[in-house]
């Protein structure tokens, strides 16, 4: 018997759902590339399950997708005979937006359309797009291999709510029914739709048919009608590139990928011999809102011999190239190839390593084209996850590195991350030793730190490195073409030192160690060590982590994370140029001298961007030295 039962949508449906329809309202037609998308993607997995399960395909051989229009009733419809849904899949497929990261997403929004509009190009668009043209959807369908009688039918008007209804459907798979809004007649037409179709979805792997008016010998509409396929229906891949043109490739790509921008690049090879595949891959322009999502499926399809396998191949890509989306295509792998035998198959590793290749080699090309517009607008997007590369990809860690892009103190144009290794050794001095970089919380807080003064002075470059994976990054990336990289915090920097100290008399070193005896002593189990050092000009004091311990940058991220992290003492630095250093140099009382150490490590450590673990301390100690001189 059938009863109708209504649910409500999750509230992050609705909230994007609005969004959708007034981002996409000028891009309309997508509609009915995204439901043709979904048709053959459930075409493919039909095809693939009936290898297995022959009773799948229920005696129909035929698979295909058919779009239609009826203008008294004014619906569009898209109708596939693949493997169809349950119930309890249409709920959680239509009903719910799965994934993890969503909601995380929508918590970015404002609320305001116009400011939200440019978040839904990191969203993929898929099925609710029909709510761009329609103000009422019926979405009937029947599980391939399930019972004529387990139908299930969806409607909703995109509001809140939808029905749920089981029904009689004789036909496995999906037919979408759109009411369309008042002002969507356009697509009430036969070249209309049938233009769609050949503009978006030409390369389709499956027959789109349309019905077609017979035509009399005197060029009359008939009564007949007969189904005809108005797409190329060849699957993209195997054409030859030279018999397709950019607008092909992005319309491709846009169907595959549930984008609406077009890509960045392309990437589209056959490979002959031993091993026989095509692959085409695509660099998107935009980081998808859940790059960062463990949960994210991967982009690349994989099929074999024509036949769609599986969605989200991670096997195909390293993780640090997971935005890469297109088709790998192989000849060499059996048609029941699962998901475990992928893990570990020698044809997956080449196709797998050929394919890293050509994204780093089309990087490359990128990075080094006159305009860097393209690399840049990839830089901004995935430089982050490029960085996890270093870390991840050891035997192409070199070519990586030359893709790295950083803020650096001699590159006016701010936050942005533009300077490459390869640029700072060219204008590196010949005698530096090594590329010196600062690890910060912030752009600013890198460009503040009292530990480039010394750098400022001489001239020297030096890399402002202000992302949270930076610290793995240079832990792991610590030489590039035989030059040291090396953190301007890092206690070792006797290039410097021994240049300063080279003119000083025998009588300024003993006062000097009787300064840092002096203040160490005050201030023991504060500080591991006290240093002189010259590096500084315009503070008084700075602080740099001890040897052998984890840079005071990484352990606040280390702590964020929630790791408890062993208290590390800093080594405290003292300009003894400065007046505040020559002043604690001449006090006599011990208490004061502890006072005025205290404060003088506290300002560093703040400098530093270090909490204070009394900073109502700090501030009573100021205000009594400020007094002092009033
Ligand atoms: P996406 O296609 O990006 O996953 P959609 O919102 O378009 O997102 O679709 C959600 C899910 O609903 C699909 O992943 C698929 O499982 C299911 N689905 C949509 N359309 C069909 C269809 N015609 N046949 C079978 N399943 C479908």
């Known amino acids: 018997m059938s009863h109708t039962e209504t649910h409500a949508f999750q509230t992050e449906v609705n909230q994007l759902l609005k969004l959708m329809i007034h981002a996409l309202y000028s891009n309309k037609e997508i509609f009915l590339r995204e439901l043709v998308s979904n048709a053959s993607d459930a075409l493919d997995k039909l095809r693939f399950e009936s290898v297995s399960n022959d009773a799948l395909s229920e005696g129909e051989s035929d698979l295909a997708i058919e779009v239609g229009f009826d203008k008294e009733a004014r619906t569009v419809s898209i109708i596939d005979n693949g493997i169809g849904m349950t119930r309890d899949e249409v709920i959680e497929n239509i009903g719910t937006i799965a ?118 010998e005197e060029g009359k509409e008939t009564e007949e009608k007969t189904l005809e396929q108005v797409n190329k229906a060849t699957a993209i891949w195997t054409q030859p590139k030279s018999e397709l043109s950019d607008e092909d490739y992005n319309n491709f790509y846009q169907t595959i990928s549930h984008d ?53 191949a991670e096997h195909l890509m390293p993780t640090y190239l997971r935005f890469v989306r297109g088709v790998i295509d192989s000849n060499d792998l059996p048609l029941n190839v699962s998901r475990e035998i992928l893990q570990s198959n020698r044809v997956v590793d080449k196709i797998r390593s050929a394919s890293v290749k050509r994204v780093l080699d089309q990087l490359a090309k990128l990075a080094k084209a006159e305009d860097q517009s393209d690399y840049e607008t990839f830089w901004d997007q995935f430089g982050n996850v490029m960085k996890e590369g270093v870390i991840e990809d050891f035997a192409n860690k070199d070519k990586i590195a030359n893709l790295l892009r950083f803020s650096s103190t001699h590159d006016s144009s701010g936050p942005t991350q533009r300077v490459s290794l390869q640029n700072y050794i060219d204008r590196m001095g010949e005698d530096q030793e090594a590329i010196y970089y600062i690890t910060a919380d912030t752009y600013a807080a ?28 240079v832990s792991h990336l610590t030489e590039f073409e035989g030059k040291q990289l090396k953190s301007v915090t890092s206690a070792d920097l006797k290039e410097f030192d021994e240049e300063a100290e080279k003119d000083l008399s025998e009588e300024d070193k003993k006062a000097r160690e009787a300064l840092t005896e002096k203040v160490k002593k005050a201030i023991e189990d504060q500080v591991s060590d006290v240093k002189i050092t010259l590096r500084l000009t315009d503070s008084p004091a700075c602080v740099v982590s001890a040897e052998g311990d984890i840079s005071a940058h990484m352990a606040r991220m280390m702590e964020q994370m929630g790791q408890a992290m062993p208290k590390q ?56 030295l400020l007094s002092e001189v009033i």
């Open 569 to 624: 003492n800093p080594v405290l630095e003292l300009n003894p140029e400065h007046a505040l250093v020559k002043k604690l140099d001449s006090l006599e009382d011990e208490s004061k001298i502890k006072e005025w150490s205290l404060f003088l490590l506290e300002q560093a450590q703040l400098a530093e961007g270090d909490q204070l673990e009394k900073p109502a301390d700090f501030i009573k100690r100021m205000n009594v």
């Open 260 to 312: 609406y921008e077009n890509p960045l690049a392309h990437m589209h090879n056959k490979v002959e011999g031993t091993l026989e595949y095509t692959s085409l891959l695509y660099l998107p322009k935009k980081a998808p809102f859940d790059l960062y999502d463990r949960d994210r499926r991967y982009g690349l399809k994989l099929y074999v011999k024509r036949v769609f396998i599986m969605d989200d």
């Open 99 to 216: 994934n993890s990261g969503t909601k995380k997403f929508l918590e970015n929004m404002t609320g305001d359309q116009a400011k939200d509009s440019h978040l839904i190009g990191q969203f993929g668009v898929g099925f609710y797009a029909s709510f761009i043209v329609a103000d009422k959807v019926t979405l009937t369908t029947r599980k391939a291999g399930d019972e004529k009688s387990e139908g299930t039918r969806w409607e909703s008007t995109g509001e809140g709510e939808y029905t749920l209804e089981t029904v009689e459907k004789e036909v496995k798979g999906t037919e979408i029914t759109l009411h369309l809004k008042e002002d969507m007649d356009e697509f009430l037409d036969d070249f209309r739709l049938k233009n769609i179709v050949t503009t978006y979805s030409d390369h389709i792997n499956f027959p789109i048919k349309m019905w077609q008016v017979k035509l009399d």
């Open 446 to 473: 890198a460009t503040g730190s009292p530990h480039l003064e010394m750098f400022r002075k001489k001239g020297i470059e030096v890399l402002l490195l202000t992302d949270r994976i930076d610290e793995w990054l």
